[in-house]
């Protein structure tokens, strides 16, 4: 048995990765404010306050998995790693014939139009996300540019971004045999 090809999610260095591209001003402007709004509260506001603003750190984190993001393919599987929204699919279900790579900012159909359940992060999008098309699709994506688009059969599509998106559909292609 040979070990499964891990191929990590592509990059956009032209976007904004997740939480880490915060404006700078913008939370410039909100520490400012946090700190003359904690200077007129009582000690209870500022404990509940503080566990709040760490809960809500943690779960952004949680769902920024952008940088954990990662696909194997092996085993006559292929498994999206490191994100809530993993999935473990059989390359058998897959519709390798109709895959194609795609620009999603100039191909208009396959744009997302609605998020049913997932993460909408700057730079990232991942989850379950209906399509200009009317299709539904499972999404990885951090660099619209660089897209594989793959068809299920009875299932949602996949949009998966890779640095070579022509190159992963081969690979799954000599994976599946």
Do not use: C
């Not at 500022?46 to 920024?64: C, I, K, M, S, T």
């Not at 379950?128 to 999404?139: C, D, K, T």
């Amino acid at each position: 048995m040979t070990p499964p090809t891990l191929v990590p999610l592509a990059r956009d260095p032209s976007q904004p990765d997740g939480l880490r591209h915060l404006p700078i001003p913008l939370l410039g402007a909100a520490a400012i404010g946090g700190v003359l709004w904690i200077a007129r509260q009582p000690v209870g506001a500022l404990v509940g306050g503080g566990l709040f603003g760490v809960a809500l750190y943690l779960l952004l984190r949680a769902f920024d998995g952008s940088r954990r993001v990662a696909f194997a393919v092996g085993d006559g599987r292929l498994v999206v790693r490191g994100d809530v929204f993993a999935e473990t699919i059989a390359l058998a279900d897959l519709d390798l014939e109709k895959a194609r790579a795609v620009d999603l900012t100039t191909d208009p159909a396959l744009s997302l139009r609605w998020r049913i359940l997932g993460t909408g992060l700057p730079g990232y999008s991942a989850g379950e996300f209906s399509l200009r098309n009317g299709e539904l699709a499972l999404v990885f994506v951090s660099d619209r540019k660089k897209v594989l688009h793959l068809p299920r059969r009875g299932a949602p599509a996949l949009l998966l971004s890779v640095a070579e998106p022509e190159a992963f559909k081969a690979l799954l292609i000599r994976a599946r045999g």
